[in-house]
T-cell receptor, first 113, second 111 residues
Framework: AQSVTQPDIHITVSEGASLELRCNYS??????LFWYVQSPGQGLQLLLK??????LVQGIKGFEAEFKRSQSSFNLRKPSVHWSDAAEYFC???????????FGTGTKLQVIP | ETGVTQTPRHLVMGMTNKKSLKCEQH?????MYWYKQSAKKPLELMFV???????ENNSVPSRFSPECPNSSHLFLHLHTLQPEDSALYLC??????????FGPGTRLTVL
């Protein structure tokens, strides 16, 4: 069965600092990987996705993520965080079909001045 | 309207009430989903409708009943809910790959 682990429940960074959110997955074949962001009271918005090809994926809002098969990881990065990035971030893994996308428990990002 | 819309955005209901949540997608997708999001728990997939086929999570209680009259509309009918059903209910849609587009959700409170 596929699974996703986000080991950090809560992260605090200073505005302008770099950010890395960790995501580890378990899946038998080549996974479909996603990062979503959720602002308070809102639905989830797709930041980026990895299906195949280049293992470094660029997304919206200046985010990127790197797929590392050997480490079963898909960490999200941003070189300089803005106060508007404060939100909850979810990593997800899918199988390529309609049915099964498994989400992590989320990492809540706080940005301090 | 664009994307995925959900109504109502907030709902308060008693345990004996019957209500329905509505979702509409304007993206031309052919699969729609209901998720439950509770505090400190992973997003829980409740139901999927794909090309008229319904797939459900067997752990979803029968007091939740989905309806998908066409590829653009999805309903979640609620009856005799429990306080632990209070949560954010999210609708999503997708086409082919797993990339799902989410609505803003309905915040449900059961008294």
């Amino acid at each position: 069965a596929q699974s996703v682990t986000q080991p950090d429940i809560h992260i605090t960074v200073s505005e302008g600092a770099s950010l890395e959110l960790r995501c580890n997955y378990s899946y038998g074949a080549t996974p479909y990987l996603f990062w979503y962001v959720q602002s308070p009271g809102q639905g989830l918005q797709l930041l980026l996705k990895y299906f195949s090809g280049d293992t470094l994926v660029q997304g919206i809002k200046g985010f990127e993520a790197e797929f590392k098969r050997s480490q079963s990881s898909f960490n999200l990065r941003k070189p300089s965080v803005h106060w508007s990035d404060a939100a909850e971030y979810f990593c997800a893994v899918g199988s390529g079909g309609y049915q099964k996308v498994t989400f992590g428990t989320g990492t809540k990002l706080q940005v301090i001045p | 309207e664009t994307g995925v819309t959900q109504t109502p955005r907030h709902l308060v209901m008693g345990m004996t009430n019957k209500k329905s949540l509505k979702c509409e997608q304007h993206l031309g997708h052919n699969a729609m989903y209901w998720y439950k999001q509770s505090a400190k728990k992973p997003l829980e997939l409740m139901f999927v409708y794909s090309l008229e086929e319904r797939v459900e999570n067997n752990s979803v209680p029968s007091r939740f009943s989905p309806e998908c009259p066409n590829s653009s509309h999805l309903f979640l009918h609620l009856h005799t809910l429990q306080p632990e059903d209070s949560a954010l209910y999210l609708c999503a849609s997708s086409q082919t790959t797993n990339e799902q587009f989410f609505g803003p959700g309905t915040r449900l409170t059961v008294l």
